[in-house]
């Protein structure tokens, strides 16, 4: 059982920057897809940016490319999401999730995912 905790939410105003971490509680697999999902009030949840923990595979929704990197941090079983340039629209709960790696790509989809934080949330308002 992969337990993960996210850390860095907060307010911030258009413009502004954020970073959120993922933090495993273990890794028992060899390799994971880890990322974020966010959802918004009324909204449908969406993927947001997922990599995985061994390659160099990232996916970024065309909502946040070239705002958002995904990274990580081996050693720590640690993942980030730092969020540049955000809008009113990235307001949302953002979720990590993680599941074992078995396919040349990670899910885009929430049923995908075996793992799921508790959620965070990120509001952008100014």
């Known amino acids: 059982q992969v337990q993960l905790a996210e850390s860095g939410g907060g307010s911030v105003q258009p413009g502004g920057s954020l970073t959120l971490s993922c933090a495993a509680s273990?890794?028992?697999?060899?390799?994971?897809?880890m990322g974020w999902f966010r959802q918004a009030p009324g909204k449908e949840r969406e993927a947001v940016a997922h990599?995985?923990?061994?390659?160099?595979?990232?996916y970024y929704a065309d909502s946040v490319k070239g705002r958002f990197t995904i990274s990580q941090e081996k050693g720590k079983n640690t993942v980030y999401l730092q969020m540049n340039s955000l809008k009113a629209e990235d307001t949302a709960m953002y979720y990590c999730?993680?599941?074992?790696?078995?396919?040349?790509?990670?899910?885009?989809?929430?049923?995908?995912?075996?793992?799921w934080g508790q959620g965070i949330q990120v509001t952008v308002s100014s």
């Open positions: 999730v993680a599941a074992p790696s078995t396919l040349l790509f990670c899910p885009l989809s929430a049923s995908g995912y075996t793992y």
């Open positions: 990599m995985k923990t061994e390659g160099s595979r990232v």
């Open positions: 273990k890794y028992t697999y060899s390799s994971y897809c």
